[in-house]
């Protein structure tokens, strides 16, 4: 079974345990969630155009993050919304504006920080708001997601193009210093893209202050 394939398995599973009105997918205009969004509006079920997509938007976002979320919102066609803070705080105003949510969709793998004991399905940790959180990238490496985005010409955020490759906000992302270029002749400094990284579920959060 493909990485793909597996994906579309939990999702299915979720929507089988709930309904689309109890569904949210957790948005930070990253390439994970992403990927996500892509998979999920090109099921091949109608209920899974109307799961919620909501932008979880830091308290200094970058400009790029924002506009490509108003990109996402015009090529996928949905309405996104927004909430802003950390995503515990985030997660709790999600709840309270929309008691219905059971369950969020994470575009979390299993080489991010804290997430190597996660589950494709897992509540959330006591202190939490009471959700089911679905992981359906779990298995996924960072190659696995650029293949997909690369593969099915999916749109991404513009700063994956100038060596950014793990986005949070501008207090604490600078481009992966292992992307850095710099010219001979000049001393002129660039980036290259972020699928070009190598060992990148080593490397992927090297620009992370």
């Not at 993050?65 to 090529?75: A, K, M, P």
Request: hydrophobic share 30%; glycine share 6%; with cysteine.
């Amino acid at each position: 079974m493909t990485r793909l394939e597996e994906s579309l398995k939990i999702l299915q599973q979720a929507l089988s345990m709930f309904r689309p009105e109890e569904l949210f997918l957790s948005f930070n205009g990253g390439k994970d969630c992403t990927v996500l969004l892509d998979i999920i509006h090109n099921m091949n079920r109608k209920e899974a155009k109307r799961i919620k997509c909501i932008y979880v938007r830091p308290l200094n976002p970058f400009s790029e993050i924002e506009e490509f979320v108003e990109l996402c919102r015009t090529h996928y066609g949905i309405t996104i919304a927004t909430v802003s803070g950390g995503i515990k705080a985030a997660l709790e105003t999600i709840c309270q504006e929309d008691s219905q949510l059971r369950a969020c969709i994470m575009g979390s793998r299993k080489t991010d920080p804290y997430c190597e004991r996660l589950e494709p399905f897992k509540e959330t940790d006591p202190g939490w708001p009471k959700l089911m959180r679905i992981n359906p990238l779990l298995e996924w490496s960072c190659d696995d997601i650029w293949s997909y985005i690369r593969d099915h010409n999916v749109p991404y955020c513009t700063l994956y193009d100038q060596g950014y490759t793990s986005i949070g906000d501008r207090t604490n992302t600078i481009p992966n210093p292992y992307l850095k270029v710099e010219e001979d002749s000049t001393g002129d400094i660039t980036y290259l893209p972020a699928y070009t990284l190598k060992d990148a579920d080593k490397h992927e959060r090297a620009g992370r202050l």
